[in-house]
Nanobody, 116 residues
Framework: QVQLVESGGGLVQAGGSLRLSCAPSGSIFSINVMGWYRQAPGKQRELVAT???????NYADSVKGRFTISRDSDKKTVHLQMNSLKPEDTAVYYCNAELPFGIHFWGQGTQVTVSS
């Protein structure tokens, strides 16, 4: 059973930075799109950023200019560099991988807490 393993969450002061990483624990032949989503308490899960296998990225308006998504050359590891963090960025961040035929895998989530 393939799983997505996330790392890099934690507690940071407002204005600080964190870097999240995510990679599959097993063998996956091909991943089309990788992305990060987040869910704050009492809110729905929302898209943060995605990146295609060709390198095209997409960001939520709330993080544009502050967050950067990237993929390693193996195309199966994704990172989210988060700068200028705000208290409203506090949430559980989930990694997602979209495989061919619409198959999705999710990570277990990593907590990001930004103190004011």
């Amino acid at each position: 059973q393939v799983q997505l393993v996330e790392s890099g969450g934690g507690l940071v002061q407002a204005g600080g930075s964190l870097r999240l990483s995510c990679a599959p624990s097993g063998s996956i032949f091909s991943i089309n799109v990788m992305g990060w989503y987040r869910q704050a308490p009492g809110k729905q899960r929302e898209l943060v950023a995605t990146i295609t296998s060709g390198g095209t990225s997409n960001y939520a308006d709330s993080v544009k200019g502050r967050f950067t998504i990237s993929r390693d050359s193996d195309k199966k590891t994704v990172h989210l560099q988060m700068n200028s963090l705000k208290p409203e960025d506090t949430a559980v961040y989930y990694c997602n991988a979209e495989l061919p035929f619409g198959i999705h895998f999710w990570g277990q989530g990593t907590q990001v807490t930004v103190s004011s």
